[in-house]
């Protein structure tokens, strides 16, 4: 029986290939939250960038729709025609992510700044693109492994190209929000993610049906909204230095208190009596010293010494 809802396992040297090509992605993601010069914030597009992201995702989601809409259709068709009923499909890993994506959500709106209405967009955007993060390099590994249902083009000619666009668009979404940061931690989550993968390669990365599998998709699942969350950590101030206060239209005015100090005004000077409005204002004159203050002070003359001519005697 062909199963369409699961993808072939890796064998022989394919996973031991896929495991260190994991591996060594995982080092070039270390190395690279190492070197970088983080934490960065995004540049946020204005009006008309805004306007074209959010439709380039709506139109890349409404792609995906109808593209899996007729493959599905062609699949249960070629599975009827075999004369074999329709497996039901088996999510084990989907209450995982939806629980993941609420416990981000809440994270992320329970923070004390900024606005309200940023917050709840910031929330949004955080709980639809961390599955992303994951799904991302995911698809890749998994899609060329699925058995196609119809004889021509495989599968992921159909699905996977609008499927690709709804996940990078939707990971662009984050530059709509000012609470986006790309931290070393966000890296290191990655790198972790990664490591896990390149153990489940080890075992075939087969459909998460057995214990090992599932267990080995949860935890990488857990670690890409963790790095999902590392995205809105809020910025710690360096030791010594003042917090930071966020800037902009993310500021919560409602919490500051604006206290208005008293104002004091310095005496003008006053106008003499008669005058006209008009008239520039005259300072009044300064005291002039007594003259007789300043009179000097007499002192006694010495009388000069009379001078005597030589040979001659003091008169007795």
Same mark, same amino acid.
């Given at each position: 029986? #062909? ?12 996973? +031991?290939? %896929? !495991?260190? *090509? ?11 939250? =190492? ?7 995004f540049t946020r597009p ?7 992201? =959010?439709? !380039? ?6 792609a995906l729709l109808v ?10 068709? /070629? ?17 995982? +992510? ?27 955007? *955080? ?19 699925? /058995?196609?249902?119809?004889? *021509? @083009? ?17 990971? %662009? ?20 993610? &990664?490591? $896990? ?14 214990? &090992? ?12 909204? !963790?790095?999902?969350? #590392? ?27 604006? $206290? ?16 006209? @409005?008009?008239?520039? $204002?005259?300072?009044?004159? =300064?005291?002039? !010293? /007594?003259?007789?203050?300043?009179? @000097? ?11 005597? @001519? =030589? ?6």
């Amino acid at each position: 029986m #062909t199963q369409y809802a699961t993808w072939a396992s890796y064998g022989g040297d394919a996973r +031991t290939w %896929l !495991a260190l *090509g994991l591996l060594a992605a995982a080092c070039c993601v270390i190395l690279a939250g =190492v070197r970088l010069p983080l934490p960065v914030q995004f540049t946020r597009p204005g009006p008309a960038g805004r306007a074209a992201m =959010v439709t !380039a995702w709506a139109a890349s989601i409404a792609a995906l729709l109808v593209c899996a809409t007729i493959y599905f259709r062609q699949v249960i068709h /070629d599975i009827r025609a075999s004369g074999l009923s329709t497996p039901a499909p088996r999510l084990t890993i989907l209450p995982v +992510t939806l629980t993941a994506a609420a416990v981000l959500f809440v994270t992320i709106i329970s923070r004390r700044s900024p606005d309200l209405r940023t917050r709840l967009a910031s929330a949004a955007i *955080g709980a639809i693109a961390a599955p992303m993060i994951f799904e991302l390099p995911f698809d890749p590994i998994v899609i060329p492994r699925f /058995d196609p249902a119809l004889p *021509g @083009p495989p599968p992921w000619t159909l699905v996977y190209v609008p499927l690709l666009l709804v996940e990078l668009t939707t990971l %662009l979404l984050l530059r709509l929000s000012p609470m986006v940061r790309l931290t070393r931690a966000t890296f290191f989550c990655l790198a972790l993610m &990664l490591g $896990v993968w390149a153990a489940w390669a080890l075992t075939g990365f087969g459909y998460p049906s057995a214990p &090992l599998p599932i267990t080995l998709n949860i935890a990488s699942k857990i670690l890409a909204f !963790a790095a999902a969350f #590392t995205l809105f950590l809020p910025q710690q101030p360096a030791p010594g230095q003042a917090p930071h206060r966020p800037f902009g239209r993310s500021k919560d005015f409602s919490r500051t208190k604006t $206290v208005l100090a008293p104002v004091t005004r310095s005496p003008s000077p006053r106008r003499p009596e008669g005058c006209c @409005p008009g008239d520039p $204002v005259r300072e009044p004159p =300064v005291p002039r !010293a /007594d003259p007789a203050a300043r009179r @000097p002070v007499s002192r006694p003359r010495s009388r000069p010494a009379r001078l005597r @001519p =030589v040979g001659h005697a003091p008169a007795r």
